[in-house]
């Protein structure tokens, strides 16, 4: 049998098993080691998958002087950039999850670093290998729409504000805008073929996260659990964003996206409290179009999808690119955009006007 591939993963919490789920389906692959700067948590984390043969560090910085090929990096939002730049000048292809990082600036030093490595680099966006988001991405590039000019993302949870280290903005950053708007982001630019965002206006707000009618660590809430934001395309194409935690909602609306000659609606999945698209989960799909003059409306049958399966296709499509030399299967390419994004809204709630975006970097 050829050589596995040498996986290392730094970062040993909760989204670090989807990742070690997946690789173990591969025969392909080995699972070196991993990191975590929590004393013992590595270790613990392949003691739970029977891996006594994995090596446990507790420093990114240790593990990257194993013999590997690639990592996953699994940290919390604050720790992508540098572990992301380590993991490139060592020579490792990376996938790193969702969100890229916290600001341009962060984006660009990634960007920079990628492109000196010559690694691939892949953004971890699982609900693109959805049948049902593919769907909408492939009715929308036929034409049927016709040109898009105005795409609502929607979703939200009712009641949904995680913890752990989501709710601190020393280790999350931002809230529900990176933990699951991110994700709303990358479908609608997704489908429409990620054109480049030109101005920002947001607000954010943390009414239910830091009130402990509603939420038990508000003392430890430092973060957005609401966020809405009026972006601003090239191509005359507005994208109008809204994305919750929690809320007195059950959704701040379905998934819109309007063209000059048909329009796509992708309602949110039927799930109380916790409903929203960002695992891949979608509602009732349907296409407003005129038949012989008159409007009409057409169902689009959709499939089952499987929220794992997504998962493990995401980190299978990571690994073949790497065996077979190929592109990064989510490229930075496109996810710098939804970044600006993530740091146009940002800026704009703090400074309270609209903003432009910063990816003057890409022209240098």
């Given at each position: 049998?050829?050589?596995?591939?040498?996986?290392?993963?730094?970062?040993?919490?909760?989204?670090?098993?989807?990742?070690?789920?997946?690789?173990?389906?591969?025969?392909?692959v080995?699972?070196?080691?991993?990191?975590?700067i929590?004393?013992?948590?590595?270790?613990?984390?392949?003691?739970?998958?029977?891996?006594?043969?994995?090596?446990?560090?507790?420093?990114?910085?240790?593990l990257?002087k194993?013999?590997?090929?690639?990592?996953?990096?699994?940290?919390y939002?604050?720790?992508?950039?540098?572990?992301?730049?380590?993991?490139?000048?060592?020579?490792?292809?990376?996938?790193?999850?969702?969100?890229?990082?916290l600001?341009m600036?962060?984006?660009?030093?990634?960007?920079?670093?990628?492109?000196?490595?010559g690694?691939?680099?892949?953004?971890?966006?699982?609900?693109?290998?959805?049948s049902?988001?593919?769907?909408?991405k492939d009715?929308?590039?036929?034409?049927?729409?016709?040109?898009?000019?105005?795409?609502?993302?929607?979703?939200?949870?009712?009641?949904?504000?995680?913890?752990?280290?989501?709710?601190?903005?020393?280790?999350?950053g931002?809230?529900?805008l990176?933990?699951?708007?991110?994700?709303?982001?990358?479908?609608?630019?997704?489908?429409?073929?990620?054109?480049?965002?030109?101005?920002?206006?947001?607000?954010?707000?943390?009414?239910?996260?830091?009130?402990?009618?509603?939420?038990?660590?508000?003392?430890?809430?430092?973060?957005?659990?609401?966020?809405?934001?009026?972006?601003?395309?090239?191509g005359?194409?507005?994208?109008?964003?809204?994305?919750?935690?929690?809320?007195?909602?059950?959704?701040?609306?379905?998934?819109?996206?309007?063209?000059?000659?048909?329009?796509?609606?992708?309602?949110?999945?039927?799930?109380?409290?916790?409903?929203?698209?960002?695992?891949?989960?979608?509602?009732?799909?349907?296409?407003?179009?005129?038949?012989?003059?008159?409007?009409?409306?057409?169902?689009?049958?959709?499939?089952d999808?499987?929220?794992?399966?997504?998962?493990?296709?995401?980190?299978?499509?990571?690994?073949?690119?790497?065996?077979?030399?190929?592109?990064?299967?989510?490229?930075?390419?496109?996810?710098?955009?939804?970044?600006?994004?993530?740091?146009?809204?940002?800026?704009?709630?703090?400074?309270?006007h609209?903003?432009?975006?910063?990816?003057?970097?890409?022209?240098?």
């Amino acid at each position: 049998m050829e050589k596995k591939l040498r996986i290392g993963i730094i970062g040993c919490g909760g989204i670090a098993h989807a990742h070690m789920n997946a690789y173990i389906r591969m025969p392909d692959v080995e699972v070196v080691g991993g990191a975590d700067i929590v004393p013992g948590k590595a270790r613990k984390f392949f003691d739970e998958y029977e891996k006594p043969e994995a090596l446990a560090f507790e420093s990114a910085a240790e593990l990257l002087k194993c013999d590997l090929d690639a990592v996953s990096i699994c940290t919390y939002n604050t720790q992508h950039e540098v572990c992301a730049i380590e993991a490139l000048e060592k020579g490792c292809h990376v996938l790193l999850e969702k969100p890229m990082c916290l600001s341009m600036k962060e984006a660009a030093n990634i960007y920079a670093a990628e492109k000196k490595s010559g690694k691939i680099l892949s953004i971890g966006f699982q609900p693109r290998y959805g049948s049902n988001f593919r769907q909408v991405k492939d009715i929308i590039s036929s034409g049927a729409l016709g040109d898009v000019y105005y795409v609502q993302t929607g979703g939200g949870r009712r009641r949904g504000i995680p913890g752990r280290t989501f709710i601190d903005k020393n280790t999350a950053g931002v809230g529900a805008l990176a933990d699951i708007g991110c994700y709303a982001i990358d479908f609608a630019m997704n489908s429409i073929g990620y054109p480049k965002p030109l101005t920002v206006s947001a607000v954010t707000y943390d009414y239910f996260g830091k009130n402990p009618k509603y939420y038990g660590e508000h003392e430890r809430f430092s973060v957005d659990d609401f966020s809405a934001a009026f972006i601003r395309l090239e191509g005359g194409i507005t994208l109008d964003f809204r994305m919750s935690w929690a809320m007195h909602m059950d959704t701040t609306g379905d998934f819109l996206f309007l063209g000059k000659e048909a329009g796509l609606k992708v309602k949110q999945p039927d799930i109380n409290l916790w409903g929203g698209a960002w695992d891949g989960a979608v509602g009732e799909i349907t296409l407003f179009h005129d038949m012989l003059g008159k409007p009409t409306s057409t169902i689009i049958p959709t499939n089952d999808d499987v929220k794992s399966d997504m998962f493990y296709h995401k980190v299978r499509a990571f690994v073949d690119a790497v065996l077979t030399g190929g592109k990064a299967p989510i490229p930075t390419s496109e996810i710098l955009y939804n970044q600006a994004i993530i740091d146009g809204i940002i800026r704009s709630a703090e400074c309270g006007h609209e903003v432009e975006t910063d990816l003057a970097f890409l022209n240098k």
